[in-house]
């Protein structure tokens, strides 16, 4: 599995830094991607859905924590580069 492109769509709050679009092998994408800033640090959080019950559920997420990791290195990496370089596009090709 390769992420092939990284859209980072920045926004000014406090724990949220930034939504993002992953695209997989290039045939398969990943939308609402959240950045947040959280108590022990900038993370990744999955797409998710607000249940019921005021809990809320991951829509699509990685099963071990190697893939969990790859994900997040290569997305906050390119959070990093818009951060930046605000100008330019934030969207990164990766092979």
């Known amino acids: 599995m390769n992420?092939?492109?990284?859209?980072?769509?920045?926004?000014?709050?406090?724990?949220?830094?930034?939504?993002?679009?992953i695209i997989i092998d290039d045939c398969f994408i990943l939308?609402?991607?959240k950045?947040?800033?959280?108590?022990s640090g900038i993370f990744v959080?999955?797409?998710?859905?607000?249940?019921?019950?005021?809990?809320?559920r991951d829509t699509a997420h990685p099963l071990d924590n190697?893939?969990?990791?790859?994900?997040?290195?290569?997305?906050?990496?390119?959070?990093d580069n818009v951060l930046k370089t605000p100008d330019q596009n934030s969207t990164t090709g990766r092979d």
Do not use: H
């Not at 959080?45 to 809320?56: E, I, L, N």
């Open 3 to 21: 992420i092939t492109k990284v859209k980072v769509f920045p926004v000014e709050g406090e724990r949220l830094k930034a939504y993002v679009n």
């Open 31 to 33: 939308r609402d991607l």
């Open 35 to 39: 950045i947040i800033n959280g108590n």
């Open 45 to 56: 959080a999955m797409p998710s859905k607000k249940r019921q019950d005021g809990s809320y």
């Open 66 to 79: 190697e893939t969990r990791k790859m994900i997040e290195d290569i997305v906050l990496a390119e959070y």
